[in-house]
């Protein structure tokens, strides 16, 4: 009999169900960020010790850095830190209130001069950087790094004067997409899910789903790789499926594939967890501590991704 006032077990899933390999991975490999949000997201975790986790990454300048974002190494905020940081934070409901009002701050800080978010600026410079990560002197804004944040806040219901340039920065940069990537595509997506202009949302929406199909950015049949092209600079075989973009059925770009495009693309989600029970790391891989660093991310990503499907994965 257990003690009076102990914890009680949580009942263990099957040994070999891909959410217990899952789990002896993160515990064998993940930071404690991503094993605080394992445990907040599978085991009943609280939110309180993931946000103390995160706030280890935070700056006095009110950004993120040391490697948040496993690609940009050393100890200075950078926006795709920051775009991270308020991922973590929406994903266990704390974007708002007084640490986003920091953020807000810090974003105002380092934009560019048309209101929005480069990638990466020179202050990186010095610190190791992930090669497909370009360090400039006068860095552009980036769709790319402002996006998913716009969407972040939207979607949260923060406003900050910050977002308003940020956002027309959005509309333009998603209205105008002729050609792109599936990254900057992720990236529009994201934004589009939550900005409050519905009606404007699912017409650009429609517009960027012809595009994704048009230039063959989904690979819709994982049998036949070979038929969809890696998009210019990223790695051999790193190809993008109909779950990489519609992350949810909530999802905008959810309605450009068929219900068989994304069972194929959940079947080879769900298969592609490696028998040590992480899953894969498809970009570029240039050093080993960025690798092991973003395999737990990802996995904790595809474990989202096929639950918010209805896949089971006890």
């Not at 002896?24 to 309180?48: M, P």
């Not at 934070?89 to 209130?97: P, T």
């Not at 992930?130 to 002197?137: E, I, K």
């Amino acid at each position: 009999m257990a003690e009076s006032g102990a914890s009680p077990l949580r009942p263990k899933p099957p040994a070999r169900s891909p959410l217990f390999r899952a789990e002896q991975f993160v515990w064998l490999t993940a930071r404690v960020l991503e094993q605080r949000l394992f445990a907040y997201h599978f085991l009943n975790g609280a939110a309180e010790p993931v946000e103390a986790a995160l706030n280890a990454y935070r700056n006095e300048d009110g950004g993120y850095g040391h490697a948040l974002e496993p690609d940009l190494r050393g100890p200075v905020s950078r926006p795709l830190h920051t775009a991270r940081a308020l991922g973590v934070l929406d994903a266990i409901g704390r974007c708002g209130g007084q640490r986003v009002e920091r953020v807000c701050r810090h974003l105002t800080a380092v934009s560019t001069a048309d209101g929005a978010l480069p990638a990466v600026d020179p202050g990186q410079r010095g610190y190791p950087v992930a090669p497909f990560v370009p360090v400039v002197d006068d860095p552009p804004s980036e769709l790319l790094t402002t996006g998913p944040v716009v969407g972040l806040l939207h979607r949260n219901e923060v406003w900050h004067a910050w977002l308003f340039r940020a956002t027309d920065f959005c509309w333009q940069a998603v209205e105008s997409l002729r050609r792109s990537h599936p990254y900057e595509v992720q990236a529009a997506v994201a934004f589009l899910d939550s900005v409050p202009d519905r009606p404007r949302a699912e017409a650009a929406a429609d517009r960027l789903g012809r595009l994704v199909r048009e230039q063959r950015l989904a690979a819709l049949d994982p049998d036949r790789l070979d038929a969809y092209p890696v998009a210019p600079g990223y790695a051999s075989g790193e190809h993008h499926f109909p779950h990489d973009f519609a992350r949810s059925p909530r999802s905008v770009a959810r309605a450009w594939f068929t219900e068989e495009e994304m069972t194929r693309s959940l079947d080879y989600l769900a298969g592609a967890q490696q028998e040590d029970g992480g899953w894969p790391v498809r970009r570029r891989q240039w050093a080993p501590a960025p690798t092991l660093e973003a395999r737990p991310v990802v996995t904790i990503e595809a474990l989202r991704t096929l639950r918010a499907y209805g896949r089971y994965v006890g």
